[in-house]
């Protein structure tokens, strides 16, 4: 069994956010209340000052922040779907951030240095602008956001890395695009970076990702199996870099093991590198199913 134990800044138990205030329903339609004040973006990134400036920069720019409000406006308020905002986007670099200086801590390379002779910092901004911007698309429409996003992205993304070489942005540009489109249900992740952001986007699955469907009345499968994960924590592994341990609290959690980690995982590139377990610690039913192991 893998030490699991915090031994980094970065090692850390990902928390379930709650970042909207939702009334009871009182004979109408639920209503999402803006959170009380903006959220401001934040990656453990002291060792790195070139990504830090980036987010300096991310934080710093009001249309960025427009665009995740009219995200949230369509998936939260029009779509009853979960957040796909701020909140979402944070937790996901976040985790991206994590499985990348996991890989790279047992040698694995980063396409972006082995195909492009940039350094494992830069490496970092790919993972982390493409896990921020993943999800632009969103504020168009549902339908076929990942293709909306690159869009959005590319422009964005020209403001928040300038000052780089041309040669150099553009590669970042390159890079942080594929990551986004591939991240789609059909992607086809073709860098280690791409893999890492398509992983991380599945990873935001503790029960405060389900809690706005979950708590207006929608009822499905999507909504109670990620109502059933309460935790995911994410550290060095034994015989390979990653253990991903999922803590469920009842067995309807494994549609989100089964139904969407694992297709997000397989093809990624980096599943030879990752363990999932999964567990069920609820007493309230029957337990179908008490540990699941991906590996």
Same mark, same amino acid.
């Given at each position: ?9 970065? &090692? ?11 009334? #009871? ?24 000052? #070139? ?25 939260? &308020?029009?779509?009853?779907? *979960? ?19 996991? +890989? ?7 396409? #972006? ?8 910092? @830069? ?22 956001? @990942?293709?909306?996003? !690159? ?6 993304? =020209? ?17 942080? +695009? ?15 970076? #791409? ?11 503790? =029960?405060?990702?389900?809690? !706005? ?25 034994? &015989? ?17 093991? &089964?139904?969407?980690? =694992?297709? =997000? ?18 007493? *309230? ?8 192991? +991906?590996?």
């Amino acid at each position: 069994m893998a030490n699991n134990q915090p031994n980094s800044d970065s &090692d850390q138990m990902i928390p379930a956010p709650e970042p909207f205030a939702i009334p #009871a329903p009182a004979g109408g339609p639920v209503e999402v209340s803006e959170p009380p004040q903006r959220i401001l973006i934040q990656v453990p990134a002291r060792h790195n000052p #070139a990504l830090q400036d980036v987010i300096d920069r991310v934080n710093a720019d009001e249309d960025l922040y427009a665009i995740w409000r009219c995200a949230n406006v369509n998936a939260v &308020d029009r779509l009853g779907m *979960s957040d796909h905002g701020p909140v979402h986007v944070q937790i996901v670099a976040n985790i991206g951030l994590r499985l990348l200086r996991l +890989l790279v801590a047992r040698d694995i390379v980063p396409s #972006a240095v082995a195909n492009h002779q940039l350094s494992v910092d @830069e490496a970092e901004i790919i993972v982390v602008l493409a896990c921020l911007l993943h999800d632009l698309g969103m504020s168009i429409h549902r339908d076929d956001h @990942e293709r909306f996003s !690159i869009f959005l992205a590319h422009d964005k993304l =020209k403001e928040l890395l300038a000052g780089y070489p041309p040669t150099t942005r553009r590669i970042l540009i390159s890079e942080i +695009l594929h990551a986004i489109i591939a991240h789609r249900a059909d992607g086809r992740p073709l860098t280690l970076e #791409a893999g890492v952001v398509r992983v991380a986007d599945a990873l935001d699955m503790a =029960k405060g990702r389900s809690r !706005i469907p979950f708590e207006a009345g929608q009822v499905n499968i999507h909504s109670v199996s990620a109502a059933a994960i309460d935790r995911v924590t994410i550290g060095p592994g034994v &015989d390979r870099p990653i253990l991903i341990q999922i803590f469920m609290n009842n067995s309807a959690g494994i549609f989100q093991l &089964d139904g969407l980690l =694992k297709e =997000k995982l397989k093809g990624s590139g980096i599943e030879p590198y990752v363990v999932v377990e999964a567990m069920s610690e609820g007493e *309230s039913e029957k337990r179908l199913v008490t540990a699941l192991k +991906l590996a």
